[in-house]
């Protein structure tokens, strides 16, 4: 039994309503959001209409009443462009001794468009009788999407698996059908076996896994989690494959790559040839930390140096244990110290060492973003390094609807205001904010007091994280800001049921930033599209909710204030575009349809009862996307290259930017931590510092 399973709230399925109409949201809202293509992704549910949903589900109706009512209500919110699709299970075999029991799955509305009325009236005669073939009614699932695009399985179950083979292994099949197929899981009022079941499946399927113990706590994961779906988190860019030796290394160009973390302790290697003289290359590199990973602190770490060896610049991405986000590093080969040297290579040599930790994040893929900036006229002229900031009071107004990016593709644009949304344990939002030379960003976040099942819920304290990423991927909020409203402006702030009002916010733009020994200082060192990440922190019993928030933004300064001149008018290259291509498929991904799987469900689990054993299994939600936020998605292929050095350029789509900005990079975001271990440490991962000292 779940840590809330003693008290009582109300019916449990309306999390069904609340996560599925979110699932689409993101193609029907309009204010301050991205613009993702409806077309893009599909959607499947799969109903458990085994015997045990006719149990009570905890507010005066049977399980199936109140999952008719939220799926009928879902139905009625969902824009007619999107494709949906519905499978049952458990519909037409009573017991599981009889033939076709594990079998027993029928997709009832075929996936489509403008098919809500055939989907209401499935609804409607959705009920419950037979037996659970969860893995079997996965396979089908997924030869239901197809083998390419956003695909989303949503399965709604109340039993354990009756058949086999196990769920689990099937889950981890699905998954290497391809980096957008994934699978979320919120368990309905489990425990045990069940629960762990669950959790299994939302692991090897590169999902998210929720309890839920109410109808509360289901539309409040649901809502979360089907946003999501249709504007996955996604790693992309141009597939690279760094060599063992600089010898054979890829050479590339100013631009957005993807690889992967190899399963040995290997440094991989890559060229980057300047294309200006005396330019300033930056090298970032972002991943996120895999779920089930059991080390405190995960670190890489990324070096650039001359051919020669000389060292031009580190930064040391790292993720610590309970981390929602992700770790990011962005390294320079600027350096006061070191000019001469860096400044006047042709050719820099990039390497990623996967550190101790390397079996942790095998077979993990990340971002690598190369950038170049000119060298300026002269920096007399230019203003010092910017001081600490001074918070300006922001005018309040009517907020209005947004729906938060879970990935850099898709963040919302943000314009001077205020917005609203929920927020859920566990959760990343994105939103992009542009921000020129002279220009600073601030935002601050407000959760109200709380009460009833939401306070109850979050439990005593909480941590609500906010962060300011540059365009070059550090985390470069100011740590010593003045006259902030509310709690100090860090990243961490700490909810309780009083509610929160956390502040943020970034020292003014300015190219003499770069002179800084801190993140604050070098990731302002450059105009263009910066990030606010905002996350609450999660705890392992919880059950799915939602806080509400509200974000007001302002950016201060005049634009263009202490504007650099280039030398002979050169401008900076650097990434790609917003909507990014993808990258291709895991080579060894079997299609849906192959008929090499070796786990095609279909018989019996031995030594099960003939019926369901009555412990209450919840939703399985799959949300099929570029990937989750909680759980890195896929594994990327890598582009092989030949022995003979040649240029790789990046993908023709790329992220629209400011010209001097390189593109954005996942935060490394500082998760949730126990309230003893107080507000997390600021590494140096862009500053600069004397040689003997390495640059962090």
């Known amino acids: 039994m779940t840590a809330l399973q003693g008290h009582r709230r109300p019916g449990a399925w309306a999390i069904v309503t609340l996560v599925l109409t979110g699932l689409l949201a993101g193609l029907t809202a309009g204010t301050a959001q991205a613009d993702p293509d409806p077309g893009s992704g599909k959607l499947v549910l799969v109903l458990d209409s085994s015997g045990s949903m006719k149990e009570p589900a905890g507010d005066g109706q049977t399980k199936i009443a109140a999952a008719r009512t939220a799926l009928k209500s879902v139905v009625t919110k969902l824009p007619a462009e999107a494709e949906v699709g519905l499978r049952v299970y458990g519909a037409t075999v009573f017991k599981r001794t009889q033939a076709g029991a594990c079998t027993d799955t029928q997709l009832t509305v075929p996936i489509g468009t403008n098919n809500r009325p055939q989907l209401q009236a499935a609804i409607a005669k959705y009920k419950p009788y037979g037996e659970t073939p969860i893995a079997y009614s996965l396979q089908q699932a997924a ?40 699978i979320d899981v919120v368990g309905f009022r ?24 109410s109808t ?49 302790d290997k440094v991989k290697h890559y060229l980057i040839k300047r294309t200006i003289a005396g330019s300033t290359v930056r090298a970032g590199v972002s991943f996120r930390r895999p779920e089930g990973a059991t080390s405190l602190v995960i670190q890489t770490e990324v070096h650039l140096s001359t051919p020669d060896g000389e060292d031009c610049g ?44 390397f079996r942790e994040i095998a077979n993990v893929p990340f971002e690598l973003r190369v950038d170049e900036e000119p060298p300026v006229t002269s920096t007399t002229t230019l203003p010092a390094r910017a001081g600490n900031p001074v918070w300006a009071p922001m005018a309040g107004s009517t907020p209005r609807e947004i729906v938060p990016g879970s990935s850099f593709p898709d963040a919302p644009l943000l314009q001077p205001g205020s917005y609203k949304t929920t927020l859920m344990p566990g959760e990343l939002q994105l939103y992009k904010i542009k921000a020129d030379w002279g220009q ?25 994280d906010t962060a300011v990423i540059s365009p070059t991927g550090e985390e470069s909020f100011s740590v010593f800001p003045k ?33 800084g020994p801190n993140n604050e200082d070098t990731g302002t060192a450059t105009p263009g599209e910066y990030y606010l990440a905002v996350s609450l922190s999660r705890k392992a019993e919880d059950t799915a909710f939602t806080v509400p928030m509200t974000l007001t933004v302002g950016v201060q300064g005049t634009a263009g204030t202490g504007k ?30 192959s008929g090499g799987d070796k786990t095609e469900a279909g018989g019996p689990v031995q030594g099960n009862d003939d019926s369901d054993d009555g412990t209450p299994i919840g939703l399985i939600a799959g ?5 989750a936020l909680l759980l890195l998605i896929g594994v990327f292929a890598v582009l092989r290259l030949r022995r003979k050095p040649a240029v790789i350029q990046p993908s023709a789509g790329g992220w629209q930017q400011h010209p001097n900005q390189a593109g954005p990079q996942h935060p490394n975001h500082g998760g949730p931590q126990h309230p003893n271990q107080g507000r997390p440490q600021y590494p140096n991962q862009g500053g600069q510092q004397p040689p003997q000292q390495p640059y962090q």
């Open 483 to 515: 006259q902030v409203p509310g709690q100090p402006g860090g990243k961490r702030g700490v909810l309780t049921k009083r509610g929160v009002n956390q502040a943020v916010t970034m020292k003014e733009i300015r190219y003499m930033n770069r002179e």
């Open 564 to 593: 650099p001149e280039y030398v002979d008018g050169a401008a900076p290259v650097s990434g790609d575009s917003v909507t990014p291509s993808p990258t291709a498929e895991p080579s060894e991904s079997a299609s849906p349809g």
């Open 216 to 264: 509360i706590d289901l539309e409040a994961g649901l809502d979360r989690l089907s946003t999501r779906a249709f504007r996955p988190f996604r790693i992309s860019g141009t597939p690279v494959h760094g060599e063992p030796q600089s010898a054979g290394a890829p050479v590339v160009a100013p631009g957005h790559y993807s690889d992967t973390f190899d399963l040995a």
């Open 440 to 464: 600073r960003i601030q935002a601050q976040v407000t959760v109200p007091a709380l009460s009833g099942a939401t306070a109850e819920a979050l439990g005593i304290v909480r941590y609500l």
């Open 190 to 213: 489990v425990a045990g076996k069940a629960r762990s079941d669950l959790q299994c499946i939302a692991r090897e399927g590169r999902g998210d896994y929720y309890d839920a113990d």
């Open 314 to 357: 580190r930064a040391y991405p790292r993720i610590q244990e309970g981390d929602l986000g992700f770790a990011t590093g962005s390294a320079s080969s600027w350096s006061k110290y070191k000019q001469e040297a860096c400044a006047a290579a042709d050719q820099l040599v990039l390497t990623i060492d996967p550190g101790k930790d």
């Open 143 to 182: 030869k239901d999407l197809g083998a390419s695009g956003q695909r989303t399985i949503v399965l709604v179950s109340d039993g354990e698996e009756t058949c086999t083979p196990d769920p689990c292994v099937v889950a981890k099949s699905i998954a290497k059908q391809g980096i957008d197929l994934k």
């Open 623 to 627: 949300l099929g996307g570029g990937g």
